[in-house]
């Protein structure tokens, strides 16, 4: 059985950084692509970042583009998602989700096709 655990959420001030992990237990993580997205309160869940099996294809929703970095660290079974310059419409729960068929590709975007999904990660910006 596969289980995604996220962890470093957290309250933090606008324009402070934030790392999330998401360790991946049960199957080896080399053969997925692995995302994360964030839902807000009143708001449906959105893509935030994702990374094919590889590492080699990043993905970014418009709204981190230039501000969030997504990594892997496969001998870990470990992905990561370093937020800069939070601002409060980043407040969110943050999912770590994995999809087994993990080629790259636009694709990787979409919640459809995820097979296996964390609990969630709570992050809060505010001053």
């Known amino acids: 059985q596969v289980q995604l655990t996220e962890s470093g959420g957290g309250l933090v001030q606008p324009g402070d950084s934030l790392r999330l992990s998401c360790v991946v237990s049960?199957?080896?993580?080399?053969?997925?692509?692995m995302g994360w997205f964030r839902q807000a309160p009143g708001k449906e869940r959105e893509f935030v970042a994702a990374?094919?099996?590889?590492?080699?294809?990043?993905y970014y929703g418009d709204s981190v583009k230039g501000r969030f970095t997504i990594s892997r660290d496969n001998n870990k079974n470990t992905v990561y998602l370093q937020m800069n310059n939070l601002s409060p419409e980043d407040t969110a729960v943050y999912y770590c989700?994995?999809?087994?068929?993990?080629?790259?590709?636009?694709?990787?975007?979409?919640?459809?096709?995820?097979?296996?999904w964390g609990q969630g990660t709570q992050v809060t910006v505010s001053s």
């Open positions: 989700a994995a999809r087994a068929n993990g080629v790259a590709g636009p694709h990787l975007g979409r919640m459809e096709g995820y097979d296996f």
């Open positions: 049960g199957r080896t993580l080399t053969s997925f692509a």
């Open positions: 990374v094919s099996w590889s590492g080699g294809s990043k």
